[in-house]
């Protein structure tokens, strides 16, 4: 679905992705993992061209994405970020249907619902604006309308970033059911390794520019991947420790 | 107070004509100022250019800005023809609309560059194409800040387009500079009040436009732009909608004698069957310019005047060879027509109070001369950049204490106050002999004559009618008969006359 043959992006004498090789296969949950500044939002980002490359080129369902108008380009795929971008003087169906809008088609209230509706929003949320609703109804919609053009492949780019841990676990499991049930490719960007291990079926760790560990999540817990990638594992794995040692203690 | 309502009411014309030469500067500034925006906001050098350029403008005084334009377009006729219009709409349009653009533009960058980047990575994460984004996004959330900006801009056009008067657009200036040269203080006050109810109305209706947009309530926006539009579209129908025949434009420049010598030719013409159109309180500059290039049939100039600004001549021939030199030039040069010297001349001297002249023993220039060291002189704004002044300070070898400028009115208040000692006056001044003053003798004679003359446009002097209209008021005018009118509207008590009596009673001792 998604080739990267050398990517490299610098950004005057800073290479901020150096020459990545990479394929991504139809279907996939990809999480792209590392610490700030490790490349992997630019990486994402050169695939809906948000990002052009400066050496190198990715390939989307085979096609070079700098061969199309970049607008022509990102409505064939969706994207959902940390800002998350609901336009604030259009409601929610509005902001909604502005992917189809752009190329001329009417989105008909019935599938504004269903999109409502996928992201287990209420049907009566569509006439709200943007400031009326909570941090996680608001990226449940900029959910929603990443996938009004019912588009095959999914960018996420940090997408639960800013939101309290119930809504993000919650949304995280609807965004694993979508990418199932709508047979996405989806790649999502996180910094947090246990998101990436729960949602994803492949995780790519990032370091300074370059894919430093391409693995399962079970391989990474068996201890794959290299130092980089078992240091991050290591973080939640110890969170993990540390509860079960207090529920013991709780017991004992 | 029935004086003021009176004046007010009367002002339904200069109203119009104040309501869409405001409006079209505004709106000629919208349409140069967000265009600007947008493409400033792609690229910061625009920004910087565009910004910079609006902020000196802004630096400009609005009076010299509008002046300005005069010679910029008299040099555009080069380009596009003999029709561009040099005074009037157009060169005050230009010159507002310029005004105008700072805070429309000011307010359009800064609103879009504080647009959510997270709003204008969603924009492009849907695929919006980039006009599709300035449509759907940039512009619709950026429009109230917009909107504020043209209230801004709104109130200062309104304000600075009194000043148009000068160069002879009419406008709620004509009644303030009107009033303020005949010091009709009613005229001053109506014009202002109407001026200023004109810019808080805009300033309101724009308001409630704004908070529509603020509060995504259109109704409460067009409501205001409606509102705007029946007042603009009113404007248009008192401008335009009545039968406007030909009419003879009479210029004066910006002091008493002009106004009432206007009025005399103007009720002149109107015997003689034409419909004639008063352009008051140009500036000295512009009159001649504006005679020659047709903007003006008639206006009243000085041969001392003309002498220096036209031909550039800083001799003194005396006075014969000056007004024969002159009527040569035009009729060479500018193709304009000298019909004759009214017989009165208005020129520069000098005066104090008698009971000054007295103490100091003053009679002669040589005697002001003497005295000069512990004196301040005040003269009108050009004076002391004039060659007469060069040549009596010369001439006279004068060592002031103090120089200062004055408005022709207020320099006579200066002398009474004692902000002045002595003032560049002007012989037909009726306030020579209405506040007692001495006119000192010039023993050198080194100020030049200033004869008025009627001057006829290089078109009007075709018309045989109107030349033989006004040949009886060749010669026609004593300087006491001058002064007397001059005083009659200058003077400040219930004998006050405005300046079409003023003209009438001229008109009766002259025997016309």
């Known amino acids: 679905m998604v080739a990267f043959e050398q990517c490299g992006r610098r950004y005057g004498d800073v290479a901020a992705v150096g020459s990545v090789d990479c394929a991504i296969a139809t279907g996939s949950f990809v999480a792209l993992v590392g610490a700030s500044g490790s490349g992997k939002s630019t990486l994402l980002k050169m695939v809906n061209a948000l990002v052009e490359p400066s050496a190198g080129r990715v390939l989307v369902g085979g096609e070079d994405v700098s061969a199309r108008a970049p607008p022509q380009l990102r409505r064939r795929i969706g994207y959902v970020f940390q800002g998350i971008g609901l336009f604030p003087h259009m409601n929610v169906a509005e902001n909604i249907a502005i992917g189809p809008r752009l190329h001329g088609e009417h989105l008909s209230a019935a599938r504004v619902a269903e999109l409502l509706q996928l992201v287990e929003l209420e049907t ?68 947090d390794m246990a998101e990436a291990l729960l949602l994803a079926d492949r995780v790519l760790v990032m370091d300074a520019g370059a894919i430093v560990a391409d693995e399962t999540p079970a391989a990474l817990l068996a201890g794959k991947g290299g130092k980089i990638a078992q240091s991050l594992v290591a973080v939640p794995r110890e969170q993990a420790a540390k509860l079960a040692q207090i529920e013991k203690a709780m017991r004992a | ?60 005084p609005a009076l010299a800005l509008l002046a300005l334009f005069f010679p910029i377009l008299l040099s555009l006729r080069a380009v596009f023809g003999e029709g561009l219009p040099t005074l009037g709409f157009l060169p005050a349009l230009l010159a507002l609309a310029l005004y105008a653009l700072l805070p429309i533009l000011r307010n359009a960058i800064t609103a879009q560059a504080n647009l959510d980047p997270g ?51 009419p406008s709620l200036g004509d009644p303030i500079f009107a009033g303020l040269q005949t010091q009709n203080w009613i005229l001053v006050l109506a014009g202002c009040a109407a001026s200023a109810a004109l810019a808080l109305t805009t300033d309101a209706l724009l308001g409630l436009i704004e908070r529509g947009m603020l509060g995504r309530k259109p109704a409460l926006s067009l409501g205001g732009l409606a509102i705007v539009a029946a007042g603009i579209g009113t404007a248009l129908f008192v401008q335009f909608g009545g ?39 140009l500036g000295s500059a512009v009159v001649h310019n504006a005679l020659t290039t047709n903007a003006l049939d008639i206006s009243i100039d000085y041969t001392g005047t003309i002498w220096t600004n036209q031909l550039k001549r800083t001799d003194n021939p005396g006075r014969e060879a000056m007004y024969a030199e002159i009527v040569r030039w035009e009729a060479e040069r500018s193709g304009a027509l000298v019909l004759g010297r009214l017989g009165f001349e208005n020129a520069y001297a000098f005066a104090l109070r008698k009971d000054r002249a007295d103490e100091l023993g003053l009679e002669t220039l040589e005697d002001l ?62 306030r020579i002999a209405g506040d007692n003053l001495v006119v000192l003798a010039d023993p050198e004679e080194a100020l030049p004559s200033y004869d008025a003359l009627v001057m006829i446009s290089p078109e009007s002097a075709k018309d045989e009618a109107l030349v033989a209209a006004l040949q009886p008021l060749v010669g026609a005018i004593s300087v006491e008969a001058m002064r007397e009118a001059n005083f009659a509207v200058d003077r400040e008590d219930d004998a006050k006359l405005s300046p079409e009596d003023a003209a009438t009673q001229l008109a009766e001792r002259i025997g016309l």
């Open chain 1, 124 to 191: 009566e949320m569509a006439g709200r604006m943007p400031d009326e609703l909570s941090g996680g109804q608001r990226q449940r919609v900029g959910v929603a309308r990443a996938l009004a053009n019912s588009p095959q492949l999914l960018l996420m780019d940090e997408p639960f970033g800013a939101l309290d841990p119930i809504t993000r676990d919650a949304l995280g499991e609807r965004v694993r059911a979508l990418h199932h049930d709508l047979g996405l490719t989806t790649i999502m960007v996180t910094h």
């Open chain 2, 119 to 169: 709003v204008l990575e969603a924009a492009d994460g849907v695929g919006m194409t980039s006009a599709q984004k300035l449509r759907l996004v940039e512009a619709p959330l950026s429009a109230p800040f917009i909107m504020a900006g043209i209230r801004t801009a709104a109130v200062w056009t309104i304000g600075a387009a009194t000043l148009a008067t000068t160069i002879g657009q």
């Open chain 2, 1 to 60: 107070m029935s004086g003021f309502w009176e004046a007010l009411l009367g002002l339904g014309d200069q109203l119009a004509a104040h309501v869409l030469l405001s409006a079209s500067a505004i709106a000629l500034g919208i349409l140069v100022a967000l265009p600007l925006a947008v493409w400033a906001n792609r690229s910061p050098s625009v920004a910087k250019v565009a910004l910079g350029f609006a902020n000196l403008v802004q630096t400009i």
């Open chain 2, 243 to 281: 039968s406007k025949e030909e009419r003879i434009v009479i210029g004066a420049k910006q002091f008493s004698e002009q106004y009432i010598l206007a009025r005399l030719i103007g009720s002149q013409l109107e015997k003689a069957g034409y419909a004639v159109e008063y352009r008051d309180g």
């Open chain 2, 369 to 430: 001369a003497r005295a000069a060291p512990q004196l301040t002189v005040g003269g009108d704004p050009e004076f002391f950049e004039r060659p007469e002044w060069i040549a009596v300070r010369d001439a006279y070898a004068f060592r002031f204490e103090a120089t200062r400028n004055f408005a022709p009115t207020f320099m006579y208040n200066a002398l009474k106050s004692g902000e002045a000692d002595v003032i560049s006056a002007y012989t037909s001044d009726g």
